[in-house]
Antibody, heavy 124, light 107 residues
Framework: EVQLVESGGGLVQPGRSLRLSCAASGFTFDGSAMHWVRQPPGKGLEWVSGLTWNSVGVGYAASVRGRFTISRDNAKNSLYLQMDSLRPDDTALYYC?????????????????WGQGTLVTVSS | DIQMTQSPFTLSASVGDRVTITCRASQSINNWLAWYQQKPGKVPNLLIYQASILHTGVPSRFSGSGSGTEFTLTISSLQPEDSATYYCQQYNSYPETFGQGTKVEIK
């Protein structure tokens, strides 16, 4: 059974940092692209960042580029999101999601499994 | 970025009704489209990818169609447990983008 368990969320002041973690199990983690998707309270979904299985391909949404850093440790089956210079509009539930790929596609991903999410609240 | 626009924003239908949600892309995305279901307080769940392929375990009353810029998600016979918000997502090009969501309510 695929399991993704996020941690590291909490209440943080604007301008401060937070590091999210996602522990994966039940699938071949080092063969899978992984992503972070967020959802502000009462609002829709926004892709934040993604990373290929070997960390060669990395992408960020324009809203977080330069402030957030995605990384992974395949030996630990873990995905991370370092969030710096946090702003109130970063307040959201942050989901870790596995990138699903259609055979023969490039770095084009839908999200086939999701964690339960970890809540980040940025407020003074 | 490719913009994804869903319609309607909300819909209310009766159990057994056929329900259709539309998703339009601001430019062609071929068939690189997924649909998700999110029930209140729950995690989004993948329903369909490649515009029309049902994800494992998804009931056959759900179906997807379309290509290019216009896509539809159809529930052939609405069930009480289908009350949820539905999102489309394009993965034709970076960054992946979602529609704003369509809330389906049961009358």
């Amino acid at each position: 059974e695929v399991q993704l368990v996020e941690s590291g969320g909490g209440l943080v002041q604007p301008g401060r940092s937070l590091r999210l973690s996602c522990a994966a199990s039940g699938f071949t983690f080092d063969g899978s692209a992984m992503h972070w998707v967020r959802q502000p309270p009462g609002k829709g979904l926004e892709w934040v960042s993604g990373l290929t299985w070997n960390s060669v391909g990395v992408g960020y949404a324009a809203s977080v580029r330069g402030r957030f850093t995605i990384s992974r440790d395949n030996a630990k089956n873990s995905l991370y999101l370092q969030m710096d210079s946090l702003r109130p509009d970063d307040t959201a539930l942050y989901y870790c999601a596995r990138g699903g790929r259609y055979p023969g596609s490039g770095n084009q991903y839908y999200f086939d499994f999701w964690g339960q999410g970890t809540l980040v609240t940025v407020s003074s | 970025d490719i913009q994804m626009t869903q319609s309607p924003f909300t819909l209310s239908a009766s159990v057994g009704d056929r329900v259709t949600i539309t998703c339009r892309a601001s430019q062609s995305i071929n068939n690189w489209l997924a649909w998700y279901q999110q029930k209140p307080g729950k995690v989004p769940n993948l329903l369909i990818y490649q515009a029309s392929i049902l994800h494992t375990g998804v009931p056959s009353r759900f179906s997807g169609s379309g290509s290019g810029t216009e896509f539809t998600l159809t529930i052939s016979s609405l069930q009480p447990e289908d009350s949820a918000t539905y999102y489309c997502q394009q993965y034709n090009s970076y960054p992946e983008t979602f529609g704003q969501g369509t809330k389906v309510e049961i009358k």
